[in-house]
């Protein structure tokens, strides 16, 4: 069905049946990009099926991702299934606030990500990164996504919020991790929200433990009101009615900028040194760059311009296995999309991980070539055939220091480091709010000669 041809109006679009009481979900819980590449291929541009909570849309077009996101953005919102999972552990931190909330709260924190800031950080990137590279040894095997979520979650801590999280790292990283393990659960899909799954109860010990830790962070900015960072730009800031923010207004930003600020970075990271391992002429390239650009000497941020191969390979990793897969959306008007009536209250789905792996926009899609990301491609493509970080207003605040951050990441650990796939390792995904995989995937580190 193309994008251009939409049927009589009045129809309902194709789309898989599902099953009695647990609709669909079942399926997906067990074969989630599976049964969303599925669903493109068999129904088209747009698909529907029947939840218990509504109808569900899944939009495979880049256009129709456009009008949601961008050109009739003010007709959808996040939606209560969003809330549902997020706001155990995040609260009504900007990734899932709506309204005036989020708008006050996004143009608080956006300073933080002004160009001058980034630019800024980037020298305690490269400093966390060579300091936990300091612990590899050539020739061991290491867990290297555990690495990553340590040393990024270490970055953002200090870069965002100025706390040096040293002691706190494995609380922190245990919490999140435990509370986006529960996002995937099935029960917590289909059960209502008070009912406490042992799933539930894990991620109420994980808010414990993170409240924890934030709060002592708060406490400490506010004893030093000269301090930076986003918690002293948030205890400075008040309301239309000149309120201050509090307290748990400000942990639940704290707590979504943690979670967001390492996850993602964290994820491309890893799934780039995956994608290396399997694509070593591309490894040899990237390294040859690194040679020639950086001579030797640690990356900083006037390399990063002339490191165009790197942006490429980054740009490629978050093309096959974008770290967010999907966005969702609820209408709150009704809405023509693709000739068809998507009623208000309607769940829509756009999937990265479907669309960035469609033969129309990308030959050879399950490929790993960076070398399409030409500024003529770029051109080519469909505005919204490529959106790692979402768009339009709801366009991922952080966009621009994680671009930075796994580029230069990524340089300094393949300056120093030639990583293959242990022998056991294999890539298995589930997808939660991201795309992190069921087990570690063990690999190999050897160090370059000099």
């Not at 494995?170 to 919490?175: E, K, L, N, P, Y």
């Not at 769940?347 to 050879?364: I, L, S």
């Not at 919204?384 to 768009?391: D, E, I, Q, T, V």
């Amino acid at each position: 069905m193309s994008s251009d041809t939409p049927p009589a109006t009045g129809e309902t679009p194709p789309g898989p049946d599902g099953l009695p009481i647990v609709g669909t979900r079942l399926e997906f819980i067990r074969d989630p990009f599976g049964f969303i590449t599925r669903t493109a291929s068999e129904y088209g541009d747009i698909a529907h099926w029947e939840e218990l909570d509504g109808p569900m849309y899944q939009l495979n077009h880049p256009d129709y991702i456009e009008q949601v996101l961008v050109q009739n953005n003010q007709n959808y919102i996040k939606g209560e299934g969003f809330q549902h999972i997020l706001g155990p552990v995040l609260g009504n931190g900007i990734l899932n606030s709506e309204g005036a909330v989020w708008r006050r709260n996004r143009h608080l924190i956006q300073p933080a990500f002004h160009p001058k800031e980034i630019q800024r950080y980037s020298e305690m990137m490269t400093d966390f990164t060579e300091e936990a590279l300091e612990t590899w040894e050539d020739g061991e095997t290491r867990l290297v996504h555990e690495d990553m979520m340590e040393v990024t979650l270490k970055i953002v801590a200090r870069a965002l919020f100025g706390v040096d999280i040293e002691d706190e790292v494995d609380t922190i990283g245990s919490a999140l991790e435990e509370f986006m393990l529960g996002t995937e659960n099935l029960a917590n899909f289909i059960l209502p929200p008070k009912i406490p799954t042992p799933s539930r109860m894990r991620i109420k010990d994980a808010r414990e433990k993170l409240d924890g830790v934030v709060y002592r962070m708060i406490r400490e900015r506010r004893n030093d009101p000269d301090g930076e960072g986003v918690i002293s730009t948030l205890l400075s800031a008040t309301d239309e009615h000149e309120n201050p923010m509090s307290d748990e207004q400000i942990r639940d930003e704290v707590v979504t900028l943690l979670l967001a600020g390492h996850e993602t970075t964290a994820l491309s990271l890893t799934l780039t040194m995956y994608a290396l391992a399997q694509y070593p002429e591309v490894e040899t390239k990237l390294v040859a760059e690194l040679d020639e650009v950086l001579d030797g000497e640690t990356p900083t941020m006037e390399d990063v311009s002339e490191l165009t191969y790197t942006e490429q390979v980054v740009k490629e990793s978050m093309r096959l296995y974008p770290p967010v897969p999907g966005i969702v959306r609820e209408a709150t008007k009704p809405d023509i999309i693709g000739g068809y009536e998507i009623p208000a209250g309607a769940t829509v789905q756009m999937n990265q991980w479907v669309v960035h792996r469609d033969p129309r926009w990308y030959d050879d899609p399950l490929a790993f070539r960076p070398e399409r990301w030409t500024d003529e491609f770029e051109k080519s493509l469909p505005k919204l055939a490529y959106f790692p970080f979402a768009a339009g207003p709801r366009r991922c605040i952080g966009d621009r220091f994680a671009m930075l951050e796994a580029r230069l990441l990524l340089a300094t650990i393949y300056q120093q480091f030639h990583i293959e796939l242990a022998p056991e390792a294999e890539l298995d995904l589930m997808a939660t709010i991201t795309a992190r995989p069921k087990k570690e995937i063990p690999m190999t580190v050897h160090r370059r000669s000099d």
